[in-house]
């Protein structure tokens, strides 16, 4: 039997010293089996009775380990047969050097709050779009193309922004973009062109995209954010990127006054419409592009919706920046995977976008309603905020809380989270955790709830 | 019968005070009127007795000029029907702001130098590919990935490099990118980070890619290319862009000699390896990387083997440059999409490439016989240089040519080419065309060539 060795390494990391319950030391140790390539995919696992004796722990204390695992998506449990060790573990490579995560193995709950559910990305949808696109698509649209982007992409879009968003579009002045990055940097690229220099972001809000601004030779500026967003009467810049509907990390909602503010500022708005498609206990905030389309960048993506590896997005932008926006494109990369822009626009036309964002809707709110459940339940002491929206919630750890120490400690368990302060410029003692729950299944929740108990 | 209103069109068009022949007004009048939306795919034409009678040609006339269009691929003549218009004209449609073709509507002959044949793209493998790897790539790859790209196309793509071009190149050193211009954007701003500010390219050379090296912030600086290449000693910058195996768009291989003496020279050498894949007269000539892999970067591209609408290409950087190649990329766009480079990958590993690449070969070099022999017999008076490889050649026309005339009636006519100063730094009275055969099937050569006998 393959997994005497590994039944024996499970044994060794059992420590009846420490204060983790057994059963959550042997969750750790499995998944550390896992992906330390101890245990590969297809790997029969011993019964659960059978293991306990080699263990000398009680049956139970298997079986909950097991059914935990699987609920992460590490092991397939089967009725009456041997857990199988799946093939698709959430072998999370993000080795990139400007990702800031602590946890530098492959973790064995991503909590991460821009993370969505990859299994739920739909692939026999995609596959069939693209093929029938292939079958289809004129030879010419082989060739490069518009800077701009695909052409069918850019109207099935703009029509669709109209609709959902009530966004002021027009195939004209929408760019389709490798990605939501690549909307912000080509952005920030065409201001720099226009004699910008600064670009205010709130503080605390998405690090990758600071260096994405200084990239395009941007200098950086943080405004704090409060319970009503940001504050424009404290901007001194030529441009702003905001997070309007639901604030990124803290979820605030910019508040009307500040809206109107905002629009009536003087410089240029880049909109981050990173998550409205996930707004769970009332309308969507309207954009604020709808209101002064000759001063709003407006930016979207498929990553929070599809998948971060289709690496598709748009921006809509001020007439007089289209031009100088398809100008550093076609400088940088020629314009972008047509078959693909073609394929999001034959899953829009088919409905096809608005049935899934149904059906991951609907999942990703009963995900919000049990993890608010049980984090409010279980740690009274902690106060969850920014929960009306998107795949992340805030939770701000008592006063007096060493955020790092918690994040460090969730880490040692292979638990991948973000504190707060690993999104803001000017550091705060006011600790939190940015929880996604993008990843996280409902059979999950009440595991990973515990681990935080355990943990704060 | 819709064809009523059009072939009264094209009996306006038809002028027999003109110097054309009546054939070849008629083909720019059919190719107008589809192009115009006149003639809308699906149509169908009349007969070519009955278009004969209604616009009083010959009916030789109208079969010739059915035969020629349907060559290039307009129409379909099939045997005993009427021909019908085709859904996949040659509507390229390059509005880029930087492209530089003098021909502004869709021409009805793209002679453009680096133009690969798109019907040649193989759409049902590449959807198979793409399938097959929907169905089996595990979750974890639909999320951000390596910046340096997917790591099984660069296990793949590492060793086709090696045994096909005899680079020297691991996994680690390469870095997926979308296509060529990327990947050139992308070294330039690495060098720049360590403090480059001058990039040599030969002259003449593509001209894009000085638009793509001045976005990257460096300095554009030419070196005369002769026929044995770039002059090394010429050299006054911190890296060179060279062609090394087929000089673009002259044609010249790098002279031993100067090899030699370019691989002493202390700077980076960034080397655009274009059209390797298409080398017809003797064994690929080797790349300089391999020779020199601390100081080379290679470039590739899948835009001339399979289609630019991929964004696929890659680079090969010198370890010291990887890592700031990998920032970069990270900063302006998060990386590149994986299922593409995925379904590249499994082309590569399952010969679908190597036998794309021999279909294809041996198509292209039978164009360029074709294309030698006819422009040999009937432009004697021009010279033909530069056939060893690629989708090109320079055709040299007598001394006190005006080139730019000579381009400008052809785009009269309909022929997007670009003249030899189109790529020169330094404008020259040299006079040449830069003639593409990578759309140009071969029953359509030989009407090619006549409408250059009688524009040159």
Chains 1, 2 share one sequence.
Not at 45 to 60: C, I, K, M, N, T
Not at 132 to 139: I, Q, S, T
Not at 261 to 280: F, M
Request: with cysteine; glycine share 8%; aromatic share 4%.
């Amino acid at each position: 039997m393959p997994t005497n060795r590994a039944t024996l390494e499970l044994f060794a990391a059992l420590d009846r010293s420490r204060p983790e319950p057994l059963r959550a030391q042997l969750e750790d140790a499995i998944c550390a089996a896992i992906t330390g390539g101890g245990l590969p995919p297809g790997t029969r696992l011993p019964a659960s009775r059978s293991l306990a004796e080699s263990l000398h722990v009680s049956r139970g204390v298997v079986s909950e380990a097991y059914a935990q695992i699987a609920a992460e998506g590490w092991i397939e449990v089967r009725h009456g047969a041997a857990p199988v060790v799946r093939a698709v573990p959430a072998n999370i490579k993000r080795d990139s050097p400007s990702l800031c995560s602590v946890v530098a193995e492959a973790p064995r709950l991503d909590l991460t709050a821009t993370a969505p559910d990859l299994s739920a990305f739909p692939r026999r949808a995609w596959a069939a779009a693209l093929r029938k696109v292939l079958a289809e698509m004129p030879d010419a649209a082989l060739d490069y193309g518009d800077p701009r982007g695909d052409d069918e992409l850019r109207t099935e879009l703009a029509a669709y922004l109209v609709r959902v968003r009530g966004a002021a579009a027009s195939p004209e002045d929408l760019v389709i973009t490798s990605g939501y990055t690549q909307g912000l940097w080509l952005a920030c690229r065409a201001l720099k062109r226009r004699g910008a220099t600064r670009v205010a972001v709130e503080d605390p809000s998405l690090d990758d995209a600071w260096g994405t601004i200084r990239s395009a030779g941007l200098e950086v500026v943080g405004v704090p954010v409060d319970e009503h967003g940001i504050d424009p009467s404290r901007l001194d810049a030529d441009a702003v990127l905001v997070t309007p509907a639901h604030q990124f990390p803290t979820g605030a909602v910019l508040s009307p006054e500040r809206r109107r503010a905002l629009l009536a500022w003087g410089g240029i708005v880049l909109e981050d419409d990173y998550d409205s498609e996930y707004r769970y206990d009332r309308a969507p905030v309207g954009t604020l592009q709808r209101l002064a389309p000759d001063r709003v960048v407006y930016l979207g993506t498929t990553s929070k919706t599809l998948a971060p590896a289709l690496r598709l997005g748009w921006l809509l932008a001020p007439k007089d920046l289209t031009e100088a926006i398809a100008q550093e494109r076609w400088a940088v990369d020629s314009g972008g995977p047509a078959i693909n822009a073609r394929a999001y626009a034959r899953l829009i036309a088919t409905g096809e976008v608005d049935r899934h964002l149904r059906r991951t809707r609907r999942e990703y709110r009963e995900r919000r309603d049990l993890l608010v459940e049980a984090l409010t339940r279980q740690l009274p002491s902690c106060t969850v905020d920014g929960v009306a929206a998107g795949l992340h919630l805030l939770l701000r750890l008592p006063p007096g809380t060493d955020e790092d120490a918690v994040v460090r400690r969730l880490a040692e368990r292979r638990i991948r989270v973000n504190g707060l302060n690993t999104y803001r410029l000017a550091p705060k003692d006011e600790p939190a955790l940015v929880i996604g729950y993008g990843r996280l299944s409902k059979p999950a929740i009440a595991g990973a709830v515990d681990q935080l108990e355990l943990t704060v």
